[in-house]
């Protein structure tokens, strides 16, 4: 399983972003897929989560109204739109998946990851 994150890049804070996690199997029937982030000198944190079968999304506390998961199955895609972004969002975002319904935080319970996008938002 690879996993192809793109749509990072610099923006202005208060603008927006797409990422895009572009996955290599055909079907992620029973997966949850993930993003993480890391800022600098930062530990991994969780952002957002969902199942790639189904329904269920988490999103951390920072990022609930701002952050949108969705998934194009026809592409085998899974996308996190950033709005209202803000400078402390800056890091390399990673997209992650493991098998499975649960969505969690925890980035050691993901087996597959993403090379990782980086985002920076300029005050």
């Known amino acids: 399983v690879q996993l192809q994150a793109s749509g990072g890049g610099l923006v202005q804070a208060g603008g927006s972003l797409r990422l895009s996690c572009a996955a290599s199997?055909?079907?992620?029937?029973?997966?949850?897929m993930a993003w993480f982030r890391q800022g600098p000198g930062k530990e991994r944190e969780f952002v957002s989560a969902?199942?790639?079968?189904?329904?269920?999304?988490s999103y951390e506390d920072f990022v609930k109204g701002r952050f949108t998961i969705s998934r194009d199955n026809a592409k085998n895609t899974v996308l996190l739109q950033m709005n209202s972004l803000k400078p402390e969002d800056t890091g390399v975002y990673f997209c992650a998946a493991r098998e499975g319904n649960v969505l969690s935080d925890d980035h050691r319970r993901y087996v597959y990851w993403g090379q990782g996008t980086l985002v920076t938002v300029s005050s």
């Open positions: 969902l199942r790639w079968r189904g329904h269920g999304k």
């Open positions: 199997e055909p079907t992620f029937s029973n997966y949850v």
